[in-house]
């Protein structure tokens, strides 16, 4: 069965640092572009980061782009995303997606959700003090 599942999401303050997880079951992540994408309250689903198969390469929303990381661990299945310097309006449910498409040259378009299979449950980032 193919699952995406995602974790490590939680409250934290602003100014701090959270590090999401989404594991892969079923397949093997390292042959998808995988996306993380929000979705906040009364917002559009955003896409706010990427990394892509093709050539390893990274894209990142310019609402993240300074603050999160993207990063593989092939040996454990798994992409994270590293979140630091939160801010109130990272507040959203955060999802995982993969992609069967070598995304490269940190191509924008790997965050347009159209090209996405498989999506995780979801999981809650909450920045408050």
């Known amino acids: 069965q193919v699952q995406l599942v995602e974790s490590g999401g939680g409250l934290a303050q602003p100014g701090g640092s959270l590090r999401l997880s989404c594991a892969a079951s079923g397949f093997t992540l390292d042959y998808y572009s995988i996306g993380w994408f929000r979705h906040a309250p009364g917002k559009e689903r955003e896409g706010i980061s990427c990394?892509?198969?093709?050539?390893?390469?990274?894209y990142y929303a310019d609402s993240v782009k300074g603050r999160f990381t993207i990063s593989r661990d092939n040996a454990k299945n798994t992409v994270d995303l590293q979140m630091n310097s939160l801010k109130p309006e990272d507040t959203a449910v955060y999802y995982c997606?993969?992609?069967?498409?070598?995304?490269?040259?940190?191509?924008?378009?790997?965050?347009?959700?159209?090209?996405?299979?498989?999506w995780g449950q979801g999981t809650q980032v909450t920045v408050s003090s």
């Open positions: 990394i892509m198969s093709g050539d390893g390469s990274t």
């Open positions: 997606a993969a992609a069967p498409i070598p995304f490269s040259n940190s191509q924008p378009v790997c965050v347009m959700s159209t090209w996405y299979d498989y």
